[in-house]
C-alpha cells in the first residue's frame, strides 16, 4: 500500500470509525471496553475531542475510505496533569502493518508539539508486541507494566505503558 493520507475527521467519518473501534472491542485486547459503541456514544465522544481541541485523525485509502484514525485526550483530570496526553490508535485489520498506524501516531506526536504539550503517554495491553514495537521506533520509552490491570475474554491483561517526551510546554 502507498503512503496514507492521513486528514482530520469529519463528521461523515464517524459510522467508519465506529466500525473500526467496535471490531477492536468485540474481537482484540487493543481495547478493554466490552461494549460496542452506540452511534450516539460516537457523536459525543468526536464533539468532546472537538470541545477540547484534541485531534482526531483518519487515514484514508485510494477512494477516500477511512481505514485507520487516532486520537489522544486527557490523561488525568487535575490541573498538573495538563500538559499529559494519553493516545489511541485504531486500525482497520484489512490495512494493519501496512505503516498506517506509525503515519498516524507520527501525526498526534507532531499535534501534541504544536499544542505546547509535555508527553504522551501509551497504554498498551502487554501481549500486544507488535504496538510495543512501533512506539519504541517513534521514540517511546518503557514505563512499567501494571499487572492484571485487566479482565477481557475471561483472562487478566497486563497492561504496558509508554511515554514519548515531546518537549518543553509552551
Known amino acids: ?57 483518519v487515514a484514508e485509502d485510494a477512494s477516500g475510505n477511512a481505514i485507520a484514525f487516532a486520537s489522544y485526550g486527557t490523561f488525568r483530570a487535575w490541573a498538573g496533569y495538563r500538559f499529559t496526553v494519553e493516545h489511541s490508535v485504531y486500525v482497520d485489520e484489512a490495512f494493519r502493518r501496512c505503516g498506517i498506524a506509525s503515519a498516524l501516531l507520527q501525526g498526534l506526536i507532531v499535534h501534541a508539539q504544536g499544542q505546547g504539550l509535555h508527553l504522551m503517554v501509551a497504554g ?14 517513534l521514540g517511546f520509552e518503557d514505563a512499567g507494566v501494571l499487572r492484571e ?22
Not at 124 to 137: K, M
Not at 149 to 170: C, E, H, I, S
Open 149 to 170: 490491570a485487566g479482565y477481557k475474554f475471561g483472562r487478566w491483561l497486563d497492561l504496558a505503558f509508554m511515554t514519548r517526551r515531546l518537549g518543553a510546554p509552551t
Open 1 to 57: 500500500m502507498n503512503a496514507p493520507m492521513i486528514r482530520n475527521a469529519a463528521a461523515a467519518d464517524l459510522e467508519r470509525l465506529r466500525s473500526i473501534y467496535n471490531k477492536a472491542v468485540l474481537h482484540t485486547t487493543a481495547s478493554y471496553d466490552y461494549e460496542p459503541r452506540t452511534a450516539e456514544a460516537q457523536l459525543q465522544w468526536f464533539a468532546a475531542k472537538q470541545a477540547a481541541g484534541f485531534p482526531v485523525l
Open 124 to 137: 498498551i495491553d502487554a501481549a500486544n508486541t507488535g504496538s510495543i514495537e512501533l512506539h519504541r521506533r
